[in-house]
Protein backbone atom coordinates (compact mmCIF):
# COMPACT_ATOMS: atom_id res chain seq x y z
CA UNK A 1 0.00 0.00 0.00
CA UNK A 2 2.99 2.50 1.26
CA UNK A 3 4.77 1.61 -2.15
CA UNK A 4 1.25 2.92 -4.61
CA UNK A 5 0.78 6.00 -2.46
CA UNK A 6 4.92 6.70 -2.95
CA UNK A 7 3.96 6.12 -6.61
CA UNK A 8 1.79 8.02 -6.77
CA UNK A 9 2.91 10.84 -4.91
CA UNK A 10 5.96 10.73 -7.59
CA UNK A 11 3.46 11.12 -10.58
CA UNK A 12 1.62 13.68 -9.41
CA UNK A 13 5.02 15.69 -8.05
CA UNK A 14 5.83 15.42 -11.66
CA UNK A 15 3.01 16.79 -13.06
CA UNK A 16 2.72 19.26 -10.54
CA UNK A 17 6.65 20.39 -10.25
CA UNK A 18 6.04 23.54 -12.41
CA UNK A 19 3.21 25.21 -10.11
CA UNK A 20 5.56 28.31 -9.20
CA UNK A 21 4.50 29.19 -5.29
CA UNK A 22 3.23 33.02 -4.79
CA UNK A 23 5.51 35.43 -5.83
CA UNK A 24 6.41 38.06 -3.17
CA UNK A 25 5.54 41.50 -3.95
CA UNK A 26 8.80 43.23 -5.11
CA UNK A 27 9.76 46.22 -3.20
CA UNK A 28 8.73 49.71 -4.06
CA UNK A 29 11.01 51.90 -5.30
CA UNK A 30 10.05 54.59 -3.19
CA UNK A 31 10.36 52.69 0.16
CA UNK A 32 13.51 52.20 2.37
CA UNK A 33 12.57 49.12 5.24
CA UNK A 34 13.30 50.73 8.27
CA UNK A 35 11.64 51.34 11.55
CA UNK A 36 10.07 54.59 10.08
CA UNK A 37 7.81 52.25 8.33
CA UNK A 38 6.07 51.76 11.53
CA UNK A 39 3.03 53.05 14.00
CA UNK A 40 5.73 53.61 17.00
CA UNK A 41 4.45 51.78 20.05
CA UNK A 42 2.01 53.75 22.38
CA UNK A 43 3.94 54.24 25.58
CA UNK A 44 3.03 51.78 28.50
CA UNK A 45 0.36 53.21 31.09
CA UNK A 46 1.44 54.40 34.28
CA UNK A 47 0.69 51.58 36.58
CA UNK A 48 1.56 48.10 35.13
CA UNK A 49 -0.78 45.09 34.69
CA UNK A 50 0.94 43.06 36.56
CA UNK A 51 -2.01 43.19 39.37
CA UNK A 52 0.01 41.28 42.10
CA UNK A 53 -3.11 42.40 44.47
CA UNK A 54 -5.73 40.79 42.11
CA UNK A 55 -7.74 37.72 43.81
CA UNK A 56 -6.13 35.05 41.31
CA UNK A 57 -3.47 34.62 39.41
CA UNK A 58 -5.20 32.88 36.29
CA UNK A 59 -9.06 32.49 35.31
CA UNK A 60 -9.98 29.58 33.13
CA UNK A 61 -13.41 31.04 30.84
CA UNK A 62 -14.86 27.79 29.40
CA UNK A 63 -13.54 25.66 32.20
CA UNK A 64 -15.97 23.06 31.60
CA UNK A 65 -15.53 22.38 28.04
CA UNK A 66 -13.13 19.30 27.32
CA UNK A 67 -10.40 21.36 26.50
CA UNK A 68 -11.29 23.48 29.42
CA UNK A 69 -11.22 20.94 31.91
CA UNK A 70 -8.01 19.47 30.87
CA UNK A 71 -6.45 23.07 31.37
CA UNK A 72 -8.01 22.72 35.19
CA UNK A 73 -6.44 19.31 35.91
CA UNK A 74 -3.16 20.05 34.71
CA UNK A 75 -2.60 23.54 36.41
CA UNK A 76 -4.73 21.61 39.60
CA UNK A 77 -1.59 18.26 39.39
CA UNK A 78 1.52 20.49 38.75
CA UNK A 79 1.04 23.47 40.22
CA UNK A 80 -0.93 23.65 43.44
CA UNK A 81 0.28 26.89 44.83
CA UNK A 82 -1.21 28.58 42.01
CA UNK A 83 -4.29 30.71 42.54
CA UNK A 84 -6.47 29.48 40.29
CA UNK A 85 -10.37 29.86 39.36
CA UNK A 86 -12.71 28.29 36.94
CA UNK A 87 -15.21 30.21 35.05
CA UNK A 88 -17.98 29.91 32.11
CA UNK A 89 -21.44 30.47 31.22
CA UNK A 90 -23.44 27.97 33.22
CA UNK A 91 -23.67 27.64 37.06
CA UNK A 92 -24.71 24.50 36.98
CA UNK A 93 -22.09 22.69 35.18
CA UNK A 94 -19.28 24.56 37.15
CA UNK A 95 -20.66 23.44 40.35
CA UNK A 96 -20.91 19.80 38.89
CA UNK A 97 -17.23 20.14 37.98
CA UNK A 98 -16.14 21.06 41.31
CA UNK A 99 -18.03 18.16 42.75
CA UNK A 100 -17.42 15.50 41.03
CA UNK A 101 -13.83 15.89 40.36
CA UNK A 102 -10.43 16.85 41.99
CA UNK A 103 -10.82 19.91 40.82
CA UNK A 104 -11.68 22.29 44.28
CA UNK A 105 -11.15 25.69 42.18
CA UNK A 106 -13.34 29.06 42.78
CA UNK A 107 -15.82 29.67 39.88
CA UNK A 108 -18.03 32.07 39.16
CA UNK A 109 -20.47 32.41 36.23
CA UNK A 110 -21.06 34.80 33.54
CA UNK A 111 -22.38 34.80 30.40
CA UNK A 112 -20.62 35.70 27.53
CA UNK A 113 -23.70 38.53 26.45
CA UNK A 114 -23.02 40.02 30.13
CA UNK A 115 -19.95 42.43 29.62
CA UNK A 116 -20.57 44.11 32.93
CA UNK A 117 -20.55 40.23 34.69
CA UNK A 118 -16.95 39.56 32.96
CA UNK A 119 -15.47 43.08 33.45
CA UNK A 120 -15.65 42.26 37.40
CA UNK A 121 -14.71 38.64 36.61
CA UNK A 122 -11.85 40.06 34.49
CA UNK A 123 -10.89 42.31 37.28
CA UNK A 124 -10.39 39.77 39.60
CA UNK A 125 -7.16 37.97 37.66
CA UNK A 126 -3.65 39.08 36.36
CA UNK A 127 -4.51 36.47 33.23
CA UNK A 128 -7.54 35.24 31.37
CA UNK A 129 -7.76 32.50 29.51
CA UNK A 130 -10.65 32.03 27.13
CA UNK A 131 -11.63 28.74 25.89
CA UNK A 132 -15.30 29.09 24.71
CA UNK A 133 -15.48 28.76 21.32
CA UNK A 134 -16.61 29.57 18.41
CA UNK A 135 -15.11 33.29 19.47
CA UNK A 136 -16.99 35.03 16.68
CA UNK A 137 -20.19 34.01 18.67
CA UNK A 138 -19.01 33.85 22.60
CA UNK A 139 -15.75 35.52 22.70
CA UNK A 140 -16.28 39.39 21.32
CA UNK A 141 -17.36 40.60 25.19
CA UNK A 142 -14.73 38.06 26.88
CA UNK A 143 -11.98 39.74 25.13
CA UNK A 144 -12.99 43.38 25.36
CA UNK A 145 -13.43 42.63 29.46
CA UNK A 146 -9.70 41.48 29.45
CA UNK A 147 -9.01 44.69 27.57
CA UNK A 148 -10.70 47.35 29.34
CA UNK A 149 -9.46 45.90 32.74
CA UNK A 150 -5.96 45.66 31.80
CA UNK A 151 -5.89 42.29 32.30
CA UNK A 152 -3.77 39.72 30.13
CA UNK A 153 -5.59 37.28 27.96
CA UNK A 154 -5.09 34.29 25.71
CA UNK A 155 -7.24 32.09 23.30
CA UNK A 156 -7.63 29.41 21.24
CA UNK A 157 -9.23 31.26 18.26
CA UNK A 158 -9.06 30.52 14.57
CA UNK A 159 -10.98 32.91 13.17
CA UNK A 160 -8.92 35.59 11.13
CA UNK A 161 -12.39 37.71 11.30
CA UNK A 162 -13.10 37.77 14.99
CA UNK A 163 -8.80 38.71 14.86
CA UNK A 164 -9.53 41.56 12.91
CA UNK A 165 -12.49 42.64 14.65
CA UNK A 166 -10.49 42.43 18.36
CA UNK A 167 -7.79 44.24 16.24
CA UNK A 168 -9.90 47.06 15.09
CA UNK A 169 -11.95 47.81 18.02
CA UNK A 170 -9.16 46.77 21.26
CA UNK A 171 -6.09 47.19 20.22
CA UNK A 172 -6.12 51.05 21.03
CA UNK A 173 -7.63 49.77 24.23
CA UNK A 174 -5.09 47.32 25.30
CA UNK A 175 -2.48 49.79 24.82
CA UNK A 176 -4.03 51.99 26.92
CA UNK A 177 -4.47 49.69 29.59
CA UNK A 178 -1.07 47.81 29.19
CA UNK A 179 -3.34 44.35 28.79
CA UNK A 180 -1.19 41.81 26.50
CA UNK A 181 -4.09 39.97 24.64
CA UNK A 182 -2.41 36.89 22.86
CA UNK A 183 -4.33 35.36 20.13
CA UNK A 184 -4.47 32.23 18.95
CA UNK A 185 -2.20 30.33 21.53
CA UNK A 186 -2.70 26.49 21.28
CA UNK A 187 -1.56 24.33 18.19
CA UNK A 188 -2.54 27.40 16.14
CA UNK A 189 -0.20 29.01 16.09
CA UNK A 190 2.11 28.45 18.71
CA UNK A 191 4.35 25.98 16.73
CA UNK A 192 4.80 27.60 13.35
CA UNK A 193 5.10 31.42 15.67
CA UNK A 194 8.06 29.95 17.91
CA UNK A 195 9.67 28.47 15.08
CA UNK A 196 9.61 31.20 12.68
CA UNK A 197 11.09 33.55 15.17
CA UNK A 198 14.02 31.04 16.06
CA UNK A 199 15.04 31.02 12.49
CA UNK A 200 14.89 34.46 11.64
CA UNK A 201 16.78 34.96 14.99
CA UNK A 202 19.70 32.87 13.76
CA UNK A 203 19.26 34.25 10.23
CA UNK A 204 20.59 37.48 12.22
CA UNK A 205 17.06 39.57 11.99
CA UNK A 206 16.86 41.32 15.51
CA UNK A 207 13.77 42.52 17.22
CA UNK A 208 13.84 46.62 15.96
CA UNK A 209 16.21 46.17 13.63
CA UNK A 210 14.79 45.29 10.48
CA UNK A 211 16.11 43.20 7.62
CA UNK A 212 17.37 45.14 4.52
CA UNK A 213 16.28 42.51 1.97
CA UNK A 214 13.46 40.00 1.74
CA UNK A 215 13.77 36.99 3.85
CA UNK A 216 11.21 33.76 3.06
CA UNK A 217 10.16 31.37 5.76
CA UNK A 218 8.59 27.73 4.79
CA UNK A 219 6.91 26.02 7.47
CA UNK A 220 5.54 21.84 6.20
CA UNK A 221 3.48 20.39 8.21
CA UNK A 222 5.54 16.86 7.95
CA UNK A 223 3.44 14.18 10.27
CA UNK A 224 0.63 14.97 12.48
CA UNK A 225 -1.44 12.46 14.74
CA UNK A 226 -4.63 13.54 16.00
CA UNK A 227 -8.27 14.76 15.01
CA UNK A 228 -9.64 18.18 14.69
CA UNK A 229 -11.27 19.47 17.86
CA UNK A 230 -14.81 20.32 18.35
CA UNK A 231 -13.86 23.88 18.76
CA UNK A 232 -11.55 24.49 15.92
CA UNK A 233 -13.71 23.09 14.06
CA UNK A 234 -16.54 24.54 14.61
CA UNK A 235 -14.28 27.79 13.93
CA UNK A 236 -13.59 26.89 10.25
CA UNK A 237 -17.12 26.51 10.09
CA UNK A 238 -17.84 29.90 11.64
CA UNK A 239 -15.09 31.61 9.70
CA UNK A 240 -16.64 30.20 6.24
CA UNK A 241 -19.87 30.91 7.15
CA UNK A 242 -18.93 34.45 8.14
CA UNK A 243 -17.03 34.89 5.28
CA UNK A 244 -20.04 33.75 2.95
CA UNK A 245 -22.52 35.62 4.88
CA UNK A 246 -20.36 38.95 4.60
CA UNK A 247 -19.97 38.41 0.33
CA UNK A 248 -23.26 37.75 -0.36
CA UNK A 249 -24.66 40.71 2.00
CA UNK A 250 -21.96 43.00 0.45
CA UNK A 251 -20.59 43.47 3.18
CA UNK A 252 -17.13 42.04 2.57
CA UNK A 253 -15.04 42.18 -0.32
CA UNK A 254 -14.05 38.89 -1.58
CA UNK A 255 -10.18 40.81 -1.41
CA UNK A 256 -10.39 41.70 1.91
CA UNK A 257 -11.20 38.33 3.00
CA UNK A 258 -8.50 37.03 1.03
CA UNK A 259 -5.99 39.93 2.13
CA UNK A 260 -2.61 37.88 3.76
CA UNK A 261 -2.50 40.97 6.14
CA UNK A 262 -6.21 41.28 7.37
CA UNK A 263 -4.87 41.27 11.17
CA UNK A 264 -2.39 44.28 10.17
CA UNK A 265 -4.67 47.17 9.19
CA UNK A 266 -1.74 49.75 9.91
CA UNK A 267 0.91 47.97 7.73
CA UNK A 268 2.90 50.02 5.64
CA UNK A 269 2.59 48.86 1.93
CA UNK A 270 6.38 48.66 1.76
CA UNK A 271 6.50 45.66 4.57
CA UNK A 272 3.38 43.95 2.22
CA UNK A 273 5.49 40.82 0.24
CA UNK A 274 2.70 38.11 0.24
CA UNK A 275 0.07 38.32 -2.32
CA UNK A 276 -2.01 34.87 -1.18
CA UNK A 277 -3.14 34.44 2.41
CA UNK A 278 -1.57 31.19 2.86
CA UNK A 279 1.39 32.18 1.23
CA UNK A 280 1.55 28.64 0.13
CA UNK A 281 -0.84 28.97 -3.22
CA UNK A 282 -4.42 26.78 -3.75
CA UNK A 283 -2.64 24.12 -5.21
CA UNK A 284 -1.03 20.94 -4.48
CA UNK A 285 2.56 21.39 -5.78
CA UNK A 286 6.01 21.04 -5.05
CA UNK A 287 8.11 23.40 -3.01
CA UNK A 288 11.91 23.42 -3.36
CA UNK A 289 12.44 25.08 -0.60
CA UNK A 290 11.31 22.06 2.02
CA UNK A 291 11.68 19.62 -0.83
CA UNK A 292 8.49 17.92 -0.37
CA UNK A 293 5.13 18.04 -2.69
CA UNK A 294 2.48 19.58 -0.22
CA UNK A 295 -1.21 21.61 0.26
CA UNK A 296 -1.87 24.57 2.29
CA UNK A 297 -2.03 23.61 5.52
CA UNK A 298 -5.36 23.73 6.37
CA UNK A 299 -5.11 26.34 9.47
CA UNK A 300 -2.80 28.23 7.22
CA UNK A 301 -5.67 30.90 6.87
CA UNK A 302 -5.17 31.76 10.45
CA UNK A 303 -1.57 30.97 11.50
CA UNK A 304 -0.01 32.96 8.37
CA UNK A 305 -2.02 35.79 9.32
CA UNK A 306 -1.09 35.47 13.01
CA UNK A 307 2.26 35.58 12.23
CA UNK A 308 2.95 38.14 10.03
CA UNK A 309 1.74 40.00 12.74
CA UNK A 310 3.98 38.80 14.93
CA UNK A 311 6.86 39.87 11.80
CA UNK A 312 5.72 43.26 12.15
CA UNK A 313 5.25 43.85 16.16
CA UNK A 314 8.77 42.87 16.36
CA UNK A 315 10.03 44.93 13.56
CA UNK A 316 11.79 42.72 11.25
CA UNK A 317 11.37 43.97 7.85
CA UNK A 318 9.78 42.39 4.54
CA UNK A 319 9.81 38.75 5.87
CA UNK A 320 7.17 36.64 2.87
CA UNK A 321 5.66 33.50 5.18
CA UNK A 322 4.25 30.44 3.72
CA UNK A 323 2.87 27.33 5.00
CA UNK A 324 1.96 23.60 3.55
CA UNK A 325 1.27 20.50 4.41
CA UNK A 326 2.98 17.24 3.29
CA UNK A 327 1.16 14.69 0.83
CA UNK A 328 2.43 11.99 3.11
CA UNK A 329 1.37 14.05 6.22
CA UNK A 330 -2.19 14.31 4.93
CA UNK A 331 -2.48 10.72 3.61
CA UNK A 332 -1.30 9.14 6.96
CA UNK A 333 -3.07 11.59 9.40
CA UNK A 334 -6.47 10.17 7.73
CA UNK A 335 -5.62 7.12 8.10
CA UNK A 336 -4.32 7.32 11.69
CA UNK A 337 -7.63 9.29 12.65
CA UNK A 338 -9.88 6.53 10.46
CA UNK A 339 -7.68 3.61 12.45
CA UNK A 340 -8.35 5.68 15.93
CA UNK A 341 -12.73 5.99 15.21
CA UNK A 342 -12.92 2.03 14.44
CA UNK A 343 -11.36 1.96 17.85
CA UNK A 344 -14.09 4.31 19.16
CA UNK A 345 -11.21 6.80 20.20
CA UNK A 346 -12.54 9.45 18.04
CA UNK A 347 -15.72 11.11 16.52
CA UNK A 348 -15.10 12.21 13.01
CA UNK A 349 -17.57 15.36 13.32
CA UNK A 350 -17.04 16.20 17.11
CA UNK A 351 -19.27 18.88 18.64
CA UNK A 352 -17.68 21.89 20.58
CA UNK A 353 -16.59 20.57 24.03
CA UNK A 354 -16.20 16.96 22.79
CA UNK A 355 -13.09 15.39 22.52
CA UNK A 356 -10.98 11.54 21.71
CA UNK A 357 -10.53 9.23 24.47
CA UNK A 358 -6.86 9.14 26.61
CA UNK A 359 -5.35 6.55 24.45
CA UNK A 360 -5.63 9.29 21.27
CA UNK A 361 -4.53 12.37 23.35
CA UNK A 362 -1.88 10.20 24.71
CA UNK A 363 -0.37 9.19 21.37
CA UNK A 364 -0.83 11.81 19.56
CA UNK A 365 1.73 14.15 18.17
CA UNK A 366 3.14 16.54 15.09
CA UNK A 367 6.05 17.70 13.19
CA UNK A 368 6.78 20.54 11.55
CA UNK A 369 9.39 21.63 9.33
CA UNK A 370 10.59 25.27 9.24
CA UNK A 371 12.94 26.45 6.73
CA UNK A 372 14.35 30.35 6.72
CA UNK A 373 16.12 31.85 3.51
CA UNK A 374 17.65 34.88 3.65
CA UNK A 375 20.32 36.38 0.85
CA UNK A 376 23.09 34.67 2.57
CA UNK A 377 22.22 31.35 4.07
CA UNK A 378 19.28 28.86 4.74
CA UNK A 379 18.44 28.34 8.18
CA UNK A 380 15.82 24.94 9.26
CA UNK A 381 14.84 23.51 12.29
CA UNK A 382 12.43 20.61 12.90
CA UNK A 383 9.82 21.08 15.86
CA UNK A 384 8.54 17.76 17.57
CA UNK A 385 5.76 18.09 19.26
CA UNK A 386 3.63 15.38 21.46
CA UNK A 387 -0.07 14.73 22.07
CA UNK A 388 -2.72 14.87 20.09
CA UNK A 389 -2.37 18.59 18.87
CA UNK A 390 -6.33 19.30 19.04
CA UNK A 391 -6.46 18.54 22.62
CA UNK A 392 -3.04 17.32 24.78
CA UNK A 393 -1.05 19.28 23.37
CA UNK A 394 -2.87 22.46 22.90
CA UNK A 395 -4.77 22.62 26.51
CA UNK A 396 -0.57 22.37 27.98
CA UNK A 397 0.51 24.75 25.49
CA UNK A 398 -1.96 27.28 26.50
CA UNK A 399 -2.11 26.84 30.27
CA UNK A 400 1.78 27.29 29.52
CA UNK A 401 1.42 30.66 27.71
CA UNK A 402 -0.74 31.78 30.56
CA UNK A 403 1.68 31.04 33.29
CA UNK A 404 4.50 33.07 31.19
CA UNK A 405 1.68 35.81 31.42
CA UNK A 406 1.43 35.56 35.14
CA UNK A 407 5.02 36.39 35.09
CA UNK A 408 6.43 39.80 34.60
CA UNK A 409 9.60 37.97 33.50
CA UNK A 410 8.33 36.09 30.70
CA UNK A 411 6.34 39.27 29.26
CA UNK A 412 8.41 40.94 25.97
CA UNK A 413 8.19 45.00 26.65
CA UNK A 414 6.36 44.98 30.18
CA UNK A 415 3.86 47.65 30.45
CA UNK A 416 3.09 47.27 26.91
CA UNK A 417 -0.07 46.31 26.02
CA UNK A 418 -2.61 45.91 22.83
CA UNK A 419 -3.39 42.86 20.49
CA UNK A 420 -0.56 40.36 19.93
CA UNK A 421 0.82 36.96 19.49
CA UNK A 422 2.91 34.44 21.49
CA UNK A 423 5.94 35.65 18.85
CA UNK A 424 5.68 39.49 19.62
CA UNK A 425 4.26 39.62 23.13
CA UNK A 426 6.39 36.54 25.27
CA UNK A 427 9.98 36.55 25.15
CA UNK A 428 10.73 33.31 23.36
CA UNK A 429 13.45 32.20 25.33
CA UNK A 430 11.17 32.02 28.28
CA UNK A 431 8.58 30.34 26.78
CA UNK A 432 10.60 27.96 25.11
CA UNK A 433 12.31 26.70 27.77
CA UNK A 434 8.96 26.63 29.83
CA UNK A 435 7.35 24.49 27.30
CA UNK A 436 10.38 22.21 27.17
CA UNK A 437 10.13 21.23 31.31
CA UNK A 438 6.14 20.31 30.14
CA UNK A 439 6.29 16.66 29.61
CA UNK A 440 4.59 14.75 26.45
CA UNK A 441 4.49 10.93 26.45
CA UNK A 442 8.39 9.94 25.55
CA UNK A 443 9.85 13.66 26.33
CA UNK A 444 9.28 17.22 25.94
CA UNK A 445 5.90 18.50 24.97
CA UNK A 446 7.78 20.35 22.42
CA UNK A 447 11.28 20.49 20.97
CA UNK A 448 13.04 22.57 18.53
CA UNK A 449 16.04 21.13 16.68
CA UNK A 450 17.70 23.24 14.47
CA UNK A 451 19.03 20.77 11.68
Known amino acids: MWKFLGLLTVLTSLIIYNISPPTPLPLPSQCVTSPSLYTPYAPPPPVTSSHPSRDFDIIV ?4 GFTGKLVMEYYALNFPSLKIASAGRSLSKLSDLTSSSSLPFPYFACSSTDLPCL ?3 SSKTRVLISL ?8 SNVVRAAAESGT ?11 HRKTVDELHGIAEGTGAKIIIAGGFDSVPFDLGS ?6 LGVKPGSPSSSLIRIVSLVTEVRGWLSGGTLASMIEGVTGMVKGVVSGSLKMDYANDPYITLPEVNDCLRVDTEATGWGSFLRYDGTVESVGMPHFMAYCNSRVIRRSFYFMRQGRVSYSEGMSVEAAVKATWWAFKQWLKGEVTLLPKPGEGPGEGMRRDGGFEVKVVGISEKETVTYKI ?17 VGLCLSNPECERDHGVGGVMT ?3 GLKGKNLREMIEEVQGEGGPLMEFKKL
Do not use: C, M, N, W
Open 132 to 139: AGPYTLYG
Open 61 to 64: YGAT
Open 384 to 400: IGRGDPGYEFTSKIVAT
Open 197 to 202: QLVLRD
Open 422 to 424: VGS
Open 119 to 121: LEL
Open 152 to 162: HYVDLSGEFFF
